[in-house]
């Protein structure tokens, strides 16, 4: 995986790390678990997406702002939980 900056660079914005995801789910069995560092890595940079772009801004790779927020939200609790 790249830097943010340049995976924002890429067509559409992000798609290397989305990507990442999928070689990892297709690798493990589709076990997320295994995968949840490439999925923390596709929010950071859709975060940075929506911070540079704004929130009406698209790419096919991100989910929409608002639930970005919300799964990182959630991910942050769950993590928490378990620490």
Excluded: W
């Excluded at 076990?31 to 790419?59: H, I, M, P, Q, W």
């Amino acid at each position: 995986m790249q830097g943010v900056q340049e995976d924002l660079k890429a067509t559409p914005p992000c798609h290397p790390r989305a990507c990442a995801i999928q070689d990892c789910l297709t690798k493990n069995g589709y076990n997320e678990a295994k995968c949840a560092r490439f999925v923390d890595a596709l929010y950071e940079c859709c975060e940075a997406f929506y911070k540079s772009k704004g929130d009406g801004a698209t790419s096919a790779s991100c989910p929409k702002a608002s639930l970005l927020r919300l799964k990182m939200k959630q991910r942050e609790e769950e993590s928490n939980k378990q620490g």
